[in-house]
């Protein structure tokens, strides 16, 4: 069945918005693709309240500061039409009804609003510092207009958040174990703290933003293309991703048409980057319960894998590669031939490899019914990519709001779903996933359009605005631009998929001993650094 246009699609939500009795204002035309409707702040809650009862997913939540008022915006998704819902509100007394009771994934993003911004959301169910820790005193909010980008060190460090009220659990034979924020490994900083009976976990916390890049403030006055290499580095192991995501918000608020074999060459970049992180994160969680011999494996294809996007694209990580209006360097047809030898030799290998894995039965043993996260759960946190297909949701970008060279062609994309929830069948999406993507890839190479440029011309919009949405490995990758009055950037938003993923790991290792923690762990592999903006 085809999703419906958003026209029609808004035809059918708009009687249930009235029926309600409320004030709303619709444009089609601000935010293309999606719907916006502004509405007065006091309907903020009874909106969200329609809308959840519509079944819809929420998406993201973020803030803007104008001259005289604060914009904040919710996205929301349904049968691939997006809808932006956008109150305005007092500088001086900035408040919103929290939307937690209705979608309890979004509690992360009004703390990260409300220590950034200083909006208050009332009646939330956690008002916890998220983003600030101690870095601030508690009257400044380093998104404001007024905070500088650079100011004085202070003349002591910061001090350590050891006050942070975690959750609690007491009794009998509870104890805490207390993991990070620094790890053993070279990863980014997270803090990690259980209750525990003997071996079985009671309850698990995350405590993330530790580091707290900047990447809002930094966005701040730039151009398009140094937009595009900050995006990139918003999420190193997303680097396309994101920055496709920044560039096609940043596109549409132009109104940029991307030659096709720009596009299809994008596609290229982000189905190789999907394969990479699979097979780093197969080997991996194989390697968590002790079978080292996949680890080898997955990383030695790895490895050859990202060599020849060093050779084809000039980095290993293809980081840079996508620029405002199309990509900056095209495939020779001696980079093409070997890009399609490739396909094929993994193909083999894959096959043969896949059979091991399914034929080890320790393997089957550690990895199924460990880490079980619900169908029902996995739809109240909005999860996303493999963590939410494990889990019965469908949804993927490229098949529900495809998007161009996706949209393009009939091959179409098969959307791997298991109803399981658990570590193994996070690990046997990833599997499906590499498939569908050397089949997008085996498709893609044969057909890119022949004497056709790869960028078009960039002129900056002027006081406009865009939001991107993209399909990254990790799952859906939402992106929010909006241009000043000369043509920089005022605002730049981007949720990455591991703000909801994140918080289905806590739901997950619940009742699993604290053993198959770092299994259940790596099968989310939510990104630290990509909420830590």
């Not at 966005?219 to 680097?239: H, K, P, Y």
Request: net charge negative; aromatic share 10%.
């Amino acid at each position: 069945m085809q999703n419906p246009s958003a026209e029609t699609w808004w035809q059918t939500l708009q009687p249930t918005l009235t029926t309600a009795n409320l004030t709303i204002h619709p444009d089609l035309k601000s935010l293309p693709p999606a719907y916006l409707i502004v509405i007065a702040p006091n309907n903020w809650y009874a909106v969200a309240e329609v809308l959840a009862r519509s079944d819809m997913r929420w998406v993201a939540l973020w803030a803007d500061q104008q001259p005289l008022e604060f914009v904040v915006n919710a996205a929301y998704e349904q049968f691939g039409n997006y809808l932006i819902v956008r109150a305005h509100i007092s500088l001086n007394l900035p408040r919103l009804q929290s939307l937690t009771p209705l979608f309890p994934a979004i509690h992360r993003m009004e703390r990260h609003v409300q220590d950034l911004y200083g909006v208050t959301f009332l009646d939330s169910l956690d008002t916890r510092r998220w983003t600030r820790h101690q870095a601030w005193q508690a009257d400044e909010f380093p998104l404001r207009k007024q905070f500088p980008l650079q100011r004085p060190l202070p003349h002591r460090p910061t001090p350590p958040d050891f006050e942070y009220p975690f959750m609690a659990a007491t009794g009998t034979g509870v104890y805490e174990i207390p993991v990070g924020p620094v790890h053993a490994g070279v990863i980014e900083p997270g803090h990690f703290r259980f209750q525990a009976v003997g071996e079985q976990v009671l309850n698990l916390e995350e405590r993330l933003g530790y580091v707290h890049k900047g990447v809002e403030k930094l966005a701040e006055g730039r151009d398009a293309a140094s937009l595009a290499r900050l995006a990139g580095r918003v999420s190193g192991d997303t680097t396309v991703g994101h920055t496709w995501a920044a560039c096609m918000a940043m596109e549409r608020a132009a109104a940029v048409e991307v030659p096709l074999r720009g596009l299809m060459l994008r596609a290229i970049m982000a189905e190789r980057e999907r394969i990479a992180n699979h097979l780093g994160d197969i080997g991996a969680i194989c390697n968590d319960v002790g079978f080292a011999f996949a680890l080898y494996q997955f990383h030695r294809l790895k490895e050859l894998w990202l060599r020849v996007n060093q050779q084809c694209f000039g980095h290993r990580m293809m980081m840079d590669c996508i620029i405002p209006g199309g990509v900056k360097s095209d495939l020779t047809p001696a980079m093409i031939t070997q890009q399609r030898a490739q396909l094929l030799d993994f193909g083999k290998e894959l096959k043969e490899l896949e059979g091991i894995i399914e034929r080890h039965m320790g393997l089957e043993d550690r990895l199924a019914t460990t880490g079980i996260l619900s169908q029902e759960y996995a739809k109240k946190l909005g999860c996303l990519g493999y963590v939410g297909r494990a889990s019965g949701q469908t949804f993927d970008v490229r098949k529900h709001a495809p998007y161009s060279p996706y949209e393009q062609f009939q091959f179409g994309v098969k959307v791997a779903t298991l109803t399981t929830g658990d570590v193994e069948g996070r690990m046997m999406v990833r599997w499906q996933e590499i498939y569908t993507s050397l089949e997008l890839l085996a498709q893609i190479l044969v057909c890119l359009p022949e004497n056709e440029s790869i960028a078009t011309e960039w002129q900056p919009p002027y006081a406009a605005e865009g939001i991107g949405m993209i399909e990254g490995w990790r799952g859906e990758i939402f992106s929010y631009v909006r241009f000043d009055e000369v043509g920089k950037v005022d605002r730049y938003f981007p949720r990455d998929p591991s703000w909801l993923n994140w918080q289905a790991l806590e739901l997950l290792i619940m009742g699993n001993i604290v053993p198959d923690f770092p299994v259940c762990n790596k099968s989310v592999n939510g990104s630290y650094t990509g909420c830590d903006l």
